[in-house]
């Protein structure tokens, strides 16, 4: 079964840290492309970071530009989004998606509807 699984989220003050992790199973997980999206409430899901599937190639919103990191372990079948200086406004469910189509590029303007997994989430509140 294919399943990508979100962690690490949490309560966290501003001016934290937080890793984000996206564990992938039932596929391989070097044939996709990754990217990490939020969604805070009222607000569209919008994307914040990807990678590509060598892990050559990242891209970030400029949101978080500076203060966020994406890697890929894809022995592991793991993809990590390392958030630091977080505020406020970083409060969102963020999601990790896999992406088949062009996986060995990312430009971070790839759309939701251009990814083909999602998993369910996990909850980000910066908050003091």
């Known amino acids: 079964q294919l399943q990508l699984v979100e962690s690490g989220g949490g309560l966290v003050q501003p001016g934290g840290s937080v890793r984000l992790s996206c564990a992938a199973s039932g596929f391989a997980l070097d044939y996709y492309a990754i990217g990490w999206f939020r969604q805070a409430p009222g607000k569209e899901r919008e994307g914040v970071s990807c990678i590509s599937r060598g892990g050559g190639i990242t891209n970030y919103a400029d949101s978080v530009k500076g203060r966020a990191t994406i890697s890929r372990d894809n022995a592991k079948k793991m993809v990590y989004l390392q958030m630091n200086s977080l505020k406020p406004e970083d409060t969102a469910i963020y999601y990790c998606?896999?992406?088949?189509?062009?996986?060995?590029?990312?430009?971070?303007?790839?759309?939701?509807?251009?990814?083909?997994?999602w998993g369910q989430g996990t909850q980000v509140t910066v908050s003091s």
């Open positions: 998606a896999a992406r088949a189509k062009k996986a060995y590029y990312c430009s971070g303007y790839e759309g939701v509807l251009e990814y083909d997994y």
